[in-house]
């Protein structure tokens, strides 16, 4: 566990590094996301101290343009500002994925990520996406018209949506007796394309993860960068998930370090009385803490090779740590005792976000129909 730092952001120094200056930001995240929870507005402000840090094109190659940050250096960023702000961590490591799923692929000669990646550093774009949503299938509907398709849809959970420019999605196109989900990003700011405010949840009340509504909007054939037949296993996913997952775990691992930090301050003042509980919220926090780490050691710093098995390996640790940071924090808010059942206190806002880690895919019940189809030699995504 790393103990909040307090340095002034004003004095962080060019030659620190990604983790140093993620821990500078922190007491300022924290100062902030007990009000952005109260009133569930996403905190720009945050966003724009990460880009004014260069944090989202971190991870895009310096050849690119980016900040060459490793896999392993962004997911430990992630896992620090999960620790004071587990809103911002969520939003931005939304970001994150999609933008080191290309980093991947440009890694093995992908002219097209590439290209992705030189105009995301470049602009300085944000990106939103709904894959965890979509899955297999795919809200929404693609019409074939002259040189591409008119989309219409509406996309739920879209984290980090009131900051984004781009939104990286998928929708349905439906053409005789085949359906195809259609994979492309759109500019939140292009014609047909609108955020309706709806995100107002029990936990992570920061996101900015509100409905995206497309009316009619025109994706030209160029812009389409993946297809994929529907409702079936594609490889896509096997780079997917297991860039992805172990990001969002980081987030939800940093809100139960910062939970026991909390309530070990509290168990000390009450006495060794309560020092089983206290080692059980550390032992909860350590399985946590040992799957997340073996989620990144598996990655490699992208050097993994996609299979089905490294998905399987990434969403059971992904269930571990979603039940073992949920357990984790239980046993703190127990030991932090009545303080923190006001509204207002760190423990309640963080006993409601990580809540938020089961919707991520897959939920625990589908992983283990998942897993224990794989394991039987079935299709993992097959009908019974």
């Avoid at 500078?24 to 996403?42: I, K, P, Q, V, W």
């Avoid at 992805?244 to 939970?259: D, F, K, M, T």
């Avoid at 073992?324 to 006993?351: C, D, S």
Wanted: charged content about 20%; some cysteine.
């Amino acid at each position: 566990m790393n103990a909040p730092a307090h340095k002034n952001v004003e004095t962080i120094a060019a030659s620190d590094n990604w983790l140093n200056i993620a821990r500078s930001l922190g007491s300022t995240f924290s100062e902030r996301a007990t009000a952005a929870d109260r009133n569930r507005t996403f905190d720009s402000e945050n966003y724009q101290y990460l880009k004014q840090y260069g944090f989202f094109s971190a991870a895009i190659p310096t050849t690119l343009g980016g900040g060459g940050a490793s896999y392993s250096e962004l997911s430990a960023v992630i896992r620090e500002i999960g620790q004071h702000c587990g809103s911002t961590a969520l939003a931005f490591s939304m970001h994150s994925h999609p933008v080191m799923a290309n980093v991947y692929k440009y890694l093995r000669g992908d002219g097209v990520a590439a290209k992705t990646l030189q105009t995301i550093a470049s602009d300085h774009l944000i990106i939103a996406g709904t894959g965890a949503n979509d899955w297999l299938e795919s809200s929404g509907n693609a019409k074939r018209v002259k040189g591409g398709y008119l989309v219409n849809a509406r996309k739920r959970f879209v984290s980090g949506s009131a900051g984004a420019d781009l939104l990286v999605t998928s929708v349905s196109f439906a053409e005789a007796d085949q359906t195809e989900i259609l994979h492309f990003a759109v500019p939140l700011a292009a014609d047909g394309v609108r955020m309706v405010e709806t995100w107002d949840t029990l936990g992570m009340r920061a996101t900015g993860s509100h409905d995206v509504i497309y009316n009619r909007v025109f994706i030209p054939d160029t812009a389409i960068v993946a297809r994929r037949p529907a409702a079936t296993w594609h490889p896509m996913w096997e780079v997917i998930l297991p860039v992805a997952l172990p990001l969002i775990s980081a987030v939800y691992v940093g809100l139960a370090e910062s939970a026991t930090v909390i309530a070990l301050d509290a168990a000390k003042r009450n006495g060794a009385v309560l020092a089983g509980v206290a080692g059980e919220l550390l032992n909860d926090l350590t399985i946590a803490e040992l799957a997340l780490n073996d989620m990144v050691r598996q990655n490699d710093n992208y050097g993994f090779t996609p299979s089905l098995d490294r998905v399987n390996d990434a969403l059971a640790r992904k269930a571990i740590v979603a039940t073992q940071v949920k357990a984790a924090v239980e046993t703190a808010a127990e030991l932090v005792g009545g303080p923190g059942f006001y509204r207002g206190h760190a423990i309640e806002r963080i006993v409601r976000d990580v809540r938020a880690m089961h919707f991520h895919p897959l939920p625990l019940r589908r992983q283990q129909v998942f897993s224990g189809r794989l394991a039987m030699g079935l299709d993992p995504v097959g009908e019974a």
